[in-house]
């Protein structure tokens, strides 16, 4: 490990004020930290949840019995390098060493694994490319940044809290939904941040603080049917216990219903999701519309005359429940692009469930955006409000299973268990 590098990036005040919140938290032995995972674990169950949790190979190594039970229990244990360093300050090469070395420890002890996590979600786009095929189906590494009313008002900012948010660099919500997109050899899976380590030593935030944040992360999330990752830490998990059950009881209250859910799970659905697909045949009545996706895929359809008032889904769309629809008129309630669209703008909208249409027929798609309202519109939000504005007639397949109108997965960073683990990264060489 380059100790100079990794003392530039936190500077001796960071330093200072994590390692005396460290030296309350563990202790020498590893109870402490079990007791409270395993405590954490309980509360979540209670709502139908189990977590995921990125662990170091380090980690797996020293308490392969202990990791083993939570998998065991129902957790997702993913891989989160093999020593806690961070792997976009090493070369792409070492860094996919750190990943393979940690594989190995998961395989020796029957750890399933399906993705994984860079520790201060470090992680380049060199390192991505450099992943050989088929070692992980997910990376769940890229920040969005989920304000709202409680965060802006929150004034008590340390150095703790702007110190995390420069490792995370995040992208904000208001311009990049937080939904899973599909790279040429893996899924990413966003997380959303602050996390507890921001909220709690970097605001000050207590419990009732933490959840009303919380809280406002899902509610903005629900509203548009994205993913709430929610990112926390075992070592803060006694205080973040309270907040789990207020927020989940939040999450059980909303409808549409809010998936529960772990990443592999995500993972499962959002590939299983990619093999939907509508075919069109014309007749002389107008069209048929043969939907082909699971029994857990949900078609909604909005801007319609007909009265479809007993299978309303939310306030805009109702939900069909066959999968064939004859429309009266030569309707096209698709997405039209222009030919000249990036193909990114493409797959991120098929992605989210609409039926896109680039080829000739693309102009008589009920809504139709043009190469210059394309590049107006420019963020991923604009373009999915100018096409969720439309009144015209639209149909698509919902982003989530069975009705569900968002997900939230809480997960976290199982990074040590005692001060020797802690202690251990900085004297690896
Ligand atoms: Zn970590």
């Given at each position: ?61 020293r ?30 090469a ?69 110190t995390?948010?420069?490792?995370y ?11 899973p ?111 082909t ?86 963020s ?23 009705g ?26």
């Amino acid at each position: 490990m380059n100790f100079k590098k990794w003392y530039a990036d936190r500077g001796p005040k960071f330093i200072a004020q994590r390692a005396s919140k460290l030296f309350s938290r563990y202790g020498i032995s590893a109870q402490r930290s079990k007791t409270r995972i395993e405590d954490s674990m309980q509360t979540l169950a209670k709502f139908g949840c189990a977590p995921t949790f990125f662990t170091p190979g380090t980690v797996v190594e020293r308490y392969p019995q202990f990791i083993q039970g939570l998998q065991k229990e129902g957790a997702e244990i993913a891989v989160h390098s093999y020593q806690h360093i961070d792997l976009s300050a090493i070369k792409p090469a070492e860094a996919v060493d750190q990943l393979m070395k940690a594989l190995s420890v998961f395989e020796k002890f029957g750890i399933e694994n399906h993705g994984f996590r860079g520790p201060y979600l470090g992680c380049s786009k060199e390192l991505l490319d450099s992943i050989p095929a088929d070692l992980f189906e997910y990376s769940s590494n890229q920040a969005i940044w989920v304000d709202g009313p409680a965060l802006d008002s929150a004034t008590n900012q340390t150095l703790i809290f702007d110190t995390l948010r420069r490792f995370y660099q995040p992208a904000p919500s208001s311009e990049t939904v937080s939904n899973p997109s599909m790279r040429t050899n893996l899924l990413e899976i966003p997380v959303c941040v602050p996390d507890d380590l921001q909220l709690h030593d970097g605001l000050n935030l207590k419990s009732p603080g933490i959840s009303q944040v919380w809280i406002e992360m899902l509610q903005q999330t629900h509203a548009r049917g994205d993913l709430f990752n929610l990112i926390f830490h075992p070592e803060l998990s006694s205080i973040c216990t309270e907040s789990f059950e207020i927020l989940l009881e939040q999450a059980k209250l909303l409808k549409p219903a809010v998936w529960i859910t772990r990443l592999c799970d995500i993972n499962d659905w959002w590939k299983e999701k990619a093999g939907f697909k509508v075919d069109v045949h014309p007749n002389s009545e107008g069209l048929t519309l043969e939907f082909t996706c699971s029994a857990r895929g949900t078609v909604l359809a909005k801007g319609f005359d007909h009265t479809y008032s007993d299978n309303l889904w939310n306030e805009t769309y109702f939900e069909l429940q066959d999968k064939t629809l004859t429309l009266p008129t030569n309707q096209h309630p698709f997405v039209g692009l222009d030919y000249k669209a990036p193909e990114q703008i493409v797959t991120f909208l098929r992605e989210q469930g609409y039926i896109v249409i680039t080829d000739h027929m693309a102009t008589s798609c009920e809504v139709y955006i043009d190469a210059e309202t394309l590049s107006r519109l420019g963020s991923q939000v604009n373009i999915i409000d100018y096409i969720e504005t439309s009144s015209a007639p639209l149909i698509r397949f919902w982003k989530w299973p069975n009705g569900a109108k968002s997900a939230i997965c809480i997960t976290g960073d199982l990074d040590a268990m005692t001060l020797f683990d802690y202690a251990s990264r900085l004297s690896t060489p």
